[in-house]
């Protein structure tokens, strides 16, 4: 029975004499045209469609690459795998290849994502976890050496089977690339795009070196635990307010809950105060001189505080033209958004002339890198 079936197999091969492959999949890369014992007929017929490449395997060694077109098998078609057999002058009966269909289309919106958390460094929370997915599209560039580095002696290669090896890929590369942009934490969420530039750039020769071309990569979303969004929303909240004005509204909201306790002696205490303190700007809103000077005229004591320092305000040029002024905390916003760089020209009250930003050295903290110098011996 087993003969009789070996028999019959043989023999319908041995009149197939077209080689084609349809593809009515929309996963798979890789088809392994089966032959009885990978025999092919001289002057057989080789179809190859437009999206498709045929790649020839002799002994384990790539012999030849056909694109899209229809082409008669024999020694004038098949220089290299002539040449490794030793034909020379041509050949009648069946030889042993195997014929591998690569499909070289472009295969879009494949899924990546963290598995675990992105360490990260960030200067003012310290250690950060971030997680991070997206999608990418690729395409075989050259078939020969996919299959010869890849696919192997796989009969039916598929996108899921590569997709495991590129995530991995993706995701080591991205987390090196988060790594050395050093951008602030709540940044990584702004500006995904040039993320996704800069790591197509890093990953393309990783994909290359098998044979694949990465078309797109795509940054979707950058997360972090709530935590730390709560956390980077106070410290935005603070780096906004005018702390003496905070603490005067907590002061006054303080006393009037205090004075609200009629029955105690803070109360009575707190109210006095709070009236005391409400005349005195009272009157120091009717007599501004008056208010300048303590009663009897007398100049005020060494030991009350130093006046408010005045805010340094600096201009910035940006595309040709003159901007500002902004404060100190503006301007940096300005640098971690990539508005200005280290060579921007900047100018404060009491320089000069117009110099680069990193010329200024209360400026170049921006830049990083803030090590003190050591100590004089």
């Not at 040449?83 to 289309?105: C, I, M, Q, R």
């Not at 050496?145 to 590569?162: I, L, P, Q, S």
């Not at 033209?321 to 503006?330: L, M, N």
């Not at 300005?334 to 990193?358: C, E, H, P, Y």
Request: charged share 25%; aromatic share 10%.
């Amino acid at each position: 029975m087993d003969l009789f079936n070996e028999i019959k197999k043989k023999l319908s091969h041995e009149f197939i004499d077209i080689i084609e492959w349809l593809d009515n999949t929309n996963g798979t890369i890789v088809h392994r045209f089966e032959r009885y014992q990978n025999e092919i007929k001289n002057n057989a017929k080789l179809i190859v469609r437009e999206g498709q490449t045929a790649v020839f395997i002799n002994e384990g060694q790539l012999a030849d690459v056909f694109k899209a077109g229809t082409y008669t098998l024999n020694t004038q078609n098949l220089p290299i795998l002539t040449t490794l057999k030793g034909w020379k002058y041509g050949f009648d009966s069946p030889f042993k290849a195997e014929v591998y269909f690569v499909n070289t289309h472009l295969f879009t919106d494949e899924k990546w994502g963290t598995k675990n958390p992105v360490m990260l460094s960030d200067e003012r929370f310290g250690l950060v976890e971030i997680r991070a997915f997206g999608t990418y599209s690729f395409r075989i560039n050259d078939p020969g050496k996919f299959v010869v580095d890849v696919v192997g002696t796989d009969g039916n290669f598929t996108n899921y089977e590569v997709n495991e090896h590129l995530k991995s890929l993706i995701v080591t590369r991205f987390t090196d690339t988060v790594g050395e942009a050093n951008l602030p934490i709540e940044l990584y969420a702004a500006n995904t795009s040039e993320l996704s530039e800069t790591c197509t750039e890093v990953m393309q020769p990783e994909f290359g070196r098998v044979g694949i071309e990465l078309e797109r990569f795509y940054i979707e979303n950058v997360s972090m635990p709530e935590e730390l969004k709560k956390e980077i929303f106070e410290y935005s909240r603070l780096d906004k307010l005018d702390m003496v004005k905070l603490s005067q509204f907590k002061a006054a909201k303080a006393m009037e809950a205090a004075a609200k306790n009629e029955g105690g002696t803070a109360g009575a205490g707190m109210g006095m105060g709070m009236g005391f303190v409400l005349a005195q700007q009272m009157g120091s809103m009717m007599n501004p001189q008056a208010g300048q000077q303590p009663f009897g005229g007398q100049a005020p004591s060494a030991g009350g505080p130093p006046p408010m320092p005045v805010q340094v305000q600096y201009y910035y040029a940006a595309n040709g033209k003159q901007k500002g002024p902004v404060p100190f905390d503006k301007l940096k916003e300005l640098f971690a958004s990539r508005t200005i760089n280290k060579d921007s020209l900047v100018w404060k009250q009491g320089i000069q002339n117009w110099i680069a930003l990193k010329e200024v050295e209360e400026l170049k903290s921006f830049l990083g890198g803030n090590t003190p110098p050591p100590l004089p011996i």
